[in-house]
């Protein structure tokens, strides 16, 4: 349904506002200005019904409009209460007053909180800044706004006057609730206005386009010959689309920078993805999360990535990598020494080539201080080559190993790791592991032990109610009670389906101990 209001019953809403902050001017100050009311007025009715307008168009099925009416009334009594609170119908009148500017930033999302369908003359209002003669900003963002034909028109007008000193663009969500048409109308006009300009890094992400979007951007492509970053996040990007990205990127091997997350990319689409990476020898973040591939799109990205040795930031959670994608990766990823972050969960890799796997990548990058494995099947029984490999990492900083099957008995092997590499950790996820006593009081005594611990997170384990109480005692005991995350899903009265759950766990403690070396 599209929200629709003729011009006397706009102008009425005007009209009432004007009134309610003329007569506050008054009684506040002793005098009135009727010009600066109005325009407020008029501001706070285009946002009003902005934001009215973007709940009925993105709402499934037909909205009752008395509910969007009251919507409209109450988002402008909300706006005339800023208003008045800030003292704004003093001001000067300027419309975009309330955006985030800071140094040569422009944020155009801090206009207000509100996702708002972009007319012209809103779009005018807001943009102001990067129209007026002699603007310069190095940096814009135009996300959670969605541009139609006219209002993408004028931002056009602000990339063309920025040409000299914009550098970073972000465009993600700018089409939201358009139809199909005026919204790869409106990236078309957005790529043509950029064409002047020499762009560093793009963001092109949330806006599902698919191969059509991609296409629409020919012209941004193809022409930005500087690019180190860009991003298609949740974009649709299937095969096809991927096809258009490597033909029309206009010198991908200048990317560091290249995400691609929640897409439906899929080894088909992995090919052309792949054919990117491997010109990009200098990348340094590399994010394909979600975008559906398996072993053999793994193995091709483990082979492009093995043209460079820059990476600093590797994500490919949520997929299917398996065992055949990880022994690829155990022969790549040592080849990136400067590697800081890694995210591997739920991608599959088995109880046998996880440790396998995170021994290469303890051994070959020294540097890493956060990593995510949760979600891959590590077990009890592989759990010592798991906890020998995260020994050898000695600047780990954040472990998310939740949602795996290790035990009291694996997880305690992990702990005494974590304690005799002397890592920085400030942050651990152990939770959904079967964790019953011995494995949440040492992974309480380890943070306990580490200074600057921040998070601990237990959750979705068996352990029973009186473990809980000595976890927040040694956790209190260190000054760090706040950092035990809420226990809300743990079961007190379960039992872990393992023959740890009726060990001695003094002569599991000292039987581990003496492993380690503690």
Partial sequence: M????????????????DASLSAIGFHCHGKTDQLNARAKAEEIEQRAFSAADVSSSTTSGDRPLIEVMRLYVKKAAELMKEVVESGAQEGDGDAAGDVEMDGDEFDVGKTSKDREFYTQQRAEQVLAPLLNKGASYSKVRLSTKSFGIDAAKVASRAFVN???????????????????????????????????????????????????GVRACTKLLQGQTELTSIAFLNNGISEQAARAILELLACPEKLTRFHLDKNMTGNEGTVHIAAIVAKATGMKDFKMAGSRFFCEGAIMLAEALSHGNSLERLDLNDNNVNEEGAEALVKVLPKHPNLQFLNLEATALGPDMGGTLLMAVAKGCPKLEVLHVSSNDFEREGAEAVAHAIAEMKNLKVLTIGDNILGDYGFTQVCMALSQSNAPLVRLDASCNELQKSGAIAAAQLAASKPGFEHLNLDGNMIPEDTVEEIRAILSAAGIEHALAPMEDNDPEGEADDEEAGADIGDMLSTLASRWKL
């Avoid at 599209?2 to 506002?17: H, K, M, N, P, Y």
């Avoid at 950029?194 to 890094?201: N, R």
Wanted: charged share 30%; proline share 1%; no cysteine.
């Fill in 2 to 17: 599209v929200f629709t209001l003729t011009a006397a019953q706009r102008e009425d809403l005007v009209a009432r506002v």
């Fill in 162 to 212: 920025l040409a000299s000193t914009l550098k970073e663009v972000d465009l993600s969500d700018t089409i939201a609730g358009r139809p199909e048409v005026e919204a790869l109308k409106a990236m078309e006009i957005f790529s043509e206005g950029l064409l002047a300009a020499k762009l560093t890094s793009v963001d092109l992400s949330d806006n599902a386009f698919g191969e059509k």
